[in-house]
């Protein structure tokens, strides 16, 4: 289908551009939200008849979304989730999560405007796309974190995934016997050891 963009749109063109994108895009996206209009005679010439308006009110929100972005851009919100031990989210951290966590840090923020491609599922420090206007986009990030503790070692960067496993790894080292047989352990040892003890005992 051929539209005529009402806006920009990342990787289809400029205000005016009139682009050929797939049927479902088309009236599942940018019609409904008003990015585009169908490009049929009558759509051209209410769009020029209109053109000036358009790119002014664009100018006005872009604006706005410029100074705006100042007080949003590198912000860090922090969202405490339960994980297993090898940091899988029981669940996961949706756009709608990061905007109302925002909203609560006092950024005016539509969970329409975070763009992550899925929902985050693992604890850790995330970069997060927020679109304040198709023009201006800003990067936040989100501390997921099993405590508060745990999001407070992340914010200054401690991976605490990678501190984890190297403590389980330290958790299966064997203690060392040195009387142990070579290949034995210490309780095989201490068994054959017992054993020699009644034997002597016997003999005397």
Known sequence: MEVILLER??????????????????????????????ANEANKKVFEANRAKIEADN????????????GIEGKTVVLIRQA???????GSVSARDLAEALV??????AKSQIAI???IKTIGMHEVKVVL????????????ARSPEEAELQA??????????ERDEAGFTEEYD??????????????????EAAIDGQDA
Request: without cysteine.
């Open 9 to 38: 749109v990342e990787k289809l063109g400029q205000i005016g551009d009139v682009v050929t994108v797939k049927n479902g895009f088309a009236r599942n996206y940018l019609l409904p939200n008003k990015k585009a209009l169908r």
């Open 59 to 70: 100018v006005s929100k872009r604006s706005e979304a410029e100074k705006a972005s100042g």
């Open 156 to 165: 200054q960067g401690v991976d605490v995934m990678a501190s984890m496993f």
């Open 117 to 119: 491609k899925a929902p």
């Open 178 to 195: 040195p009387n142990a047989e070579p290949g034995a352990t210490a309780e095989v040892a201490a068994d054959e050891g017992a054993e």
């Open 84 to 90: 297993s031990n090898t940091g899988q989210l029981y």
């Open 104 to 109: 609560e840090d006092g950024v005016k923020v």
């Open 133 to 144: 206007h198709p023009e201006v986009s800003v990067t936040v990030k989100a501390n997921v």
